[in-house]
């Protein structure tokens, strides 16, 4: 079992950055794909980022390709979403979470419910 922490979320303005960061309690990240979703109020929580969990292959959400990127340290322990050039629409509570298992295609990795494990989330909020 893995015990997932996000920080990093905060206000921003348009344009600006933010770098996510999701902590691994009590174990490391080797075994799982990771991903990176978020849910805006009165909506569905949607797929934003994944990656192997070997580190080999990355998926993004057509919304987050070429703004964003996910990445992990290399004591596979933290894993990270940097986000640039932010706009109002991706205002949200962003979560991370690991699915356990080895998988590598984009429909394995991207729903929500495939996850086992979810963090509590962190508020991204930009404002216009």
């Known amino acids: 079992q893995v015990q997932l922490v996000e920080s990093g979320g905060g206000l921003v303005q348009a344009g600006g950055s933010l770098r996510l960061s999701c902590a691994a309690s009590?174990?490391?990240?080797?075994?799982?794909?990771m991903g990176w979703f978020r849910q805006a109020p009165g909506k569905e929580r949607e797929f934003v980022a994944t990656?192997?969990?070997?580190?080999?292959?990355?998926y993004y959400a057509d919304s987050a390709k070429g703004r964003f990127a996910i990445s992990r340290d290399s004591a596979k322990t933290t894993l990270y979403l940097q986000m640039n050039s932010l706009k109002p629409e991706d205002t949200a509570v962003y979560y991370c979470?690991?699915?356990?298992?080895?998988?590598?295609?984009?429909?394995?990795?991207?729903?929500?419910?495939?996850?086992?494990?979810w963090g509590q989330g962190t508020q991204v909020t930009v404002s216009s």
């Open positions: 009590g174990r490391t990240f080797s075994g799982y794909s």
């Open positions: 990656m192997t969990g070997n580190g080999g292959n990355t």
């Open positions: 979470a690991a699915r356990g298992g080895y998988y590598t295609t984009y429909d394995a990795l991207s729903p929500p419910s495939k996850y086992n494990y």
